[in-house]
T-cell receptor, first 113, second 117 residues
Framework: QKEVEQDPGPLSVPEGAIVSLNCTYS??????FMWYRQYSRKGPELLMY????GNKEDGRFTAQVDKSSKYISLFIRDSQPSDSATYLC?????????????FGAGTILRVKS | DTEVTQTPKHLVMGMTNKKSLKCEQH?????MYWYKQKAKKPPELMFV???????INESVPSRFSPECPNSSLLNLHLHALQPEDSALYLC????????????????FGPGTRLTVL
């Protein structure tokens, strides 16, 4: 079993739809949860960051963490064609510079105009 | 300056060549990372440098040799690579004791797309 599971998609939605992206994980020691967006042939860009359980909102993006279920989500409201990218969840146990990020496989999102 | 830069953007090399990838950041970050990313796969950690010292080596073959000449620069020296080493090589950096948790997150460069013939 992988430490982090993420459906690779692709997920295709019409413009304006609400998108839900999810990851599950098995290591209960994970405390820090990130979502990265990666456009084709580019490096990953940090989108959202959450510590422990709870919600965090930034513009059209909302990140949720449910540690009891070991489940994290990223919601994108009013999705745009420019949101088309691969979304990677990542997590790690402690907030130290040397700690290794564990990535999900990435979900390919396609928003159609 | 809030970015990580990488050169070259693209590199094609033969199996007998020696080449180097370069990464630079001017955010005052003291941790720098090399990742390898194959198509449609997540990034895989290769090396971590903390305060210019190698702190993590994820059992990477010796044909990849990292170097951290100073706190702003990170190199990856390549020698006798194999075609299966073709991938996107990503550099990232992070602070160690930033004022906020987010400031300690990893910021990625655009990558170098490497093709080994």
């Amino acid at each position: 079993q992988k430490e982090v599971e993420q459906d690779p998609g692709p997920l295709s939605v019409p413009e304006g739809a609400i998108v839900s992206l999810n990851c599950t994980y098995s290591n209960s020691a994970f405390q820090y949860f990130m979502w990265y967006r990666q456009y084709s042939r580019k490096g990953p860009e940090l989108l959202m960051y959450t510590y422990s359980s709870g919600n965090k909102e930034d513009g059209r993006f909302t990140a949720q963490v449910d540690k009891s279920s070991k489940y994290i989500s990223l919601f994108i409201r009013d999705s745009q064609p420019s949101d088309s990218a691969t979304y990677l969840c990542a997590m790690k146990p402690v907030m130290e510079y040397g700690n290794k990020l564990v990535f999900g496989a990435g979900t390919i999102l396609r928003v159609k105009s | 300056d809030t970015e990580v830069t990488q050169t070259p953007k693209h590199l094609v090399m033969g199996m007998t060549n020696k080449k180097s990838l370069k990464c630079e950041q001017h955010m005052g970050h003291r941790a720098m990372y090399w990742y390898k990313q194959k198509a449609k796969k997540p990034p895989e950690l290769m090396f971590v440098y903390s305060y210019e010292k190698l702190s993590i080596n994820e059992s990477v073959p010796s044909r990849f040799s990292p170097e951290c000449p100073n706190s702003s620069l990170l190199n990856l020296h390549l020698h006798a690579l194999q075609p299966e080493d073709s991938a996107l090589y990503l550099c990232a950096s992070s602070q160690d004791r930033g004022r906020t948790r987010k400031s300690r997150e990893q910021f990625f460069g655009p990558g170098t797309r490497l093709t080994v013939l």
